[in-house]
Structure formats: structure tokens, C-alpha cells
């Protein structure tokens, strides 16, 4: 999978999450330390921007503001009805100040 850049740690402050788009495509992103996830940005269960939602950087979890389901944010996997289908995560790293996502092709 190839490695795409797209964005730098400023953008991204530690404990918080944010949306950047990928190939036209909204992925949700989140930084504890130096530790950074990557997650769909859509809820599989009512289609609502879980970048946008609360970011619990202890239990590394987002919950969705439209209806409240929490996400995993290093598996997409939901911990809370009413969604219970996964969202696709992906593997992120930072490169000095760059952070870069590998996206499929």
C-alpha cells in the first residue's frame, strides 16, 4: 500500500481529532502523544462525521454525535450499539513533523 501524505502534528494537537480528505475520501484522525489514528470518518450506522464527535484520548475511543455509538479508534470497531458494523482503519505514522496514512490503491 502506498504512503500518502497528508497533513503535519501542528495540524493536528495532541488529545484531539480532526478530518482529513484522502483521495476524495474523509478519514478521521486522531493523536494521543505520539501515537496517531486513522479511521473512516463516516459512522457505518447513520452516516454522521465521527471527527466531529468527542474524543476520549484514555480510552481511545470517538463517540459519534449524531446517536452516540463509541468507536475504537485503532480498530474502527464499535464498543457501543446502536452501530455495530466496523468502520475501515488504517495504518498512520508520522515522519518528523509529516504525517502520512497508507491508503489502498
Do not use: K, N
Not at 478519514?27 to 454522521?48: K, N
Not at 468502520?87 to 518528523?96: E, K, L, S
Amino acid at each position: 500500500m502506498p504512503s500518502i501524505q497528508i497533513g503535519t502534528l501542528a495540524e493536528l494537537p495532541d488529545g484531539t481529532g480532526r478530518a482529513f480528505t484522502v483521495e476524495g475520501r474523509r478519514l478521521a484522525v486522531f493523536r494521543v502523544g505520539d501515537e496517531l489514528y486513522a479511521i473512516d470518518d463516516t459512522c457505518s450506522h447513520a452516516e454522521a462525521s465521527l471527527s466531529a464527535g468527542e474524543f476520549d484520548p484514555d480510552e481511545l475511543c470517538v463517540e459519534c454525535p449524531l446517536h452516540g455509538s463509541s468507536f475504537d479508534v485503532r480498530t474502527g470497531v464499535p464498543r457501543t450499539l446502536p452501530a455495530f458494523e466496523p468502520v475501515a482503519a488504517y495504518r498512520i505514522f508520522h515522519d518528523g513533523e509529516l504525517i502520512f496514512v497508507e491508503y489502498p490503491e
